[in-house]
């Protein structure tokens, strides 16, 4: 992970003298101090602005500056907004205003006129926030006072999500063989997402990753396999099986690196030259970071990625996923998830089991090795890229898991269970109008308003699934939002 950082712009002007500006410095840079010890990211005070060449040659350097993942911007006294239109203008990082002020309550006592001049962020804020409006500026408002810990979630969660946007700007997709033959939701317009989002995705023959493997030695199979040991418990004789995913890891691990590539995509269909599908190895590969999607689903693989980087230290518990069947029955409803071998293990609630079995689906000519496992129970959501003709449609729906409540021996693959909101029934109506993908990423830590503010940033539609959605009102949003994407 890099080290992003975030940086504190405090507007003023000169109007009020240099004693008031000398405080709002030390204030802001005491603030920024602070937010650092309670933030993921630290917060650098850069300036108090009082000129627009002051705001202008910030900005730039914000966007020049690639540790630099966003700006926070408040106006601790009144800072005139036509000298932030230059600077605003340019601005290529996201953007959150923080309405805050530097005292909790108003002193009775102390307050004077020289106290409202110098404290005056409720009337600073708002010559700030029009400028914001009136520029179409895409910009994440949070108001509070900054030692209250709401203000730290909310902050923390919009960072995550300036994160994923500097992750996503690049991102870089690996790809061995085109997509499942005649799926339609795992195609998608590859140059707008570069447009879009700034994902290079392209395709290696999957001839150069056999090859690649041909050159992987038996120390470095050995040196991964105690790895695996160390992480899972082994539950197969079977050794082969785990020393050819293993050696398959490496390889793809190996072209990923030299490429800068931090998500990749396979398919079983396209395996020319390999013996096993690649389970416990794209599934310890997600385990580290790496984003992942099966049938060629790039788009899925490289929003696996980004949910991953948002969450916690950067590598949270997010992964690719599948809805595979239901359980109907009345008062249990509830979605069985998995993939034919690839979930990954940040999802699972206890030591996940190394295991070979026989997979009848593609041109596995020997068992795959693959990790087996249940998923956490707890909150969450799923999230699915959709390519709607002309533009990029991100549907994020709130989901409940459960530890699963049949044990299922005969399944050979990782499981998770949940039940989607407002309903399981309701939820799936309402994912299935909105055109939601099979595929998904499931997170346990990355939010819905995360997810919004990450697609305001990013410029796509986005359409949220929860609690008080129903289909009726889904549909009218949804026919809203289709005309207005269509004028933009
Ligand atoms: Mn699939």
Known sequence: MKPYEFWFVVGSQFLYGQEVLDTVAARSAEMAAELSKLLPFPVVYKVTAKTNKEITETVREANYRPECAGIITWCHTFSPSKMWIDGLRDLQKPWCHLATQYNVEIPNEEIDMDFMNLNQAAHGDREHGFIGARLRKPRKVIAGHWQDARVHKRLSDWMRAAVGVAVSKDMK???????????????????????????????????????????????????????????????????????????????????????????????????????????????HLMSLGYGYGGEGDWKVSAMTAILKAMGSCGNGASGFMEDYTYHLVEGKEYSLGAHMLEVCPSLAADKPRIETHHLGIGMNEKDPARLVFEGKAGPGIVASLIDMGGRLRLIVQDIEAVKPILPMPKLPVARVMWRALPDLLTGVECWITAGGAHHTVLSYDVTADMLRDWARMMDIEFVHIGRDTTPEKLEEELLVKDLIWKLR
């Open 173 to 283: 997709v690996m790809r061995f063989g085109d997509n499942m033959r005649e799926v339609a939701v795992t195609e998608g317009d590859k140059v707008e997402a570069q447009i879009k989002l700034g994902w290079q995705v392209n395709t290696w023959a999957v001839g150069d990753l056999v090859k690649e493997m041909k050159a992987v030695t038996e120390a470095e199979i050995d040196a991964l396999v105690a790895e695996y040991e160390a992480k899972y418990d082994v539950a197969t004789d079977n050794t082969a099986a785990i020393r050819y995913q293993a050696k398959e890891e490496i390889a793809m691990k190996k072209m990923m690196d030299r490429e800068g590539c931090r998500a990749f995509s396979n398919t079983f269909q396209d395996l020319y030259g390999m013996e096993q599908l690649p389970g416990l190895a794209s599934q």
